[in-house]
């Protein structure tokens, strides 16, 4: 059975509340629209728990992503202030959210390797 640090479990646990914080509690007309496409794909605290890195996607297409960003950036004080209400550490992190390309960019090999594929078969 496979055990988890310390660090894991703060990581998992500051994703989870950040998401349901994000879905629910933030009333930013910036991410009104956008924020049921926001997806935290991780967490990664510092030793010190001084910093949180938020990784986030979004299904919304590269032309919100900016105003995305900014309305994350902009409610970081808000959520870091209520994850403080929700998680009992000594210290909360702030938090720094930054875009996470991995999904998209797997989703454009994937694309690719059908597309190889396909010009396979016709070949």
Do not use: C, W
């Not at 646990?13 to 009104?32: H, N, V």
């Not at 550490?89 to 998209?104: A, G, K, Q, R, T």
């Amino acid at each position: 059975m496979k055990s988890f640090s310390r660090s894991e479990r703060v990581n998992e646990q500051i994703r989870r509340e950040l998401a349901d914080l994000i879905r629910s509690g933030i009333k930013d007309p910036r991410l009104s629209s956008h924020v049921k496409l926001v997806t935290l794909t991780d967490v990664e605290v510092t030793p010190d728990y001084a910093h949180a890195k938020v990784f986030y996607t979004s299904l919304s297409g590269p032309e919100q992503r900016a105003a995305i960003d900014h309305g994350l950036k902009a409610a970081a004080g808000f959520l870091r202030r209520e994850l403080g209400k929700r998680i009992r550490i000594h210290h909360i992190p702030e938090l720094h959210f930054v875009y996470d390309e991995s999904v998209e960019r797997g989703s454009e090999l994937s694309h690719l390797i059908d597309e190889a594929v396909k010009t396979g078969r016709s070949e």
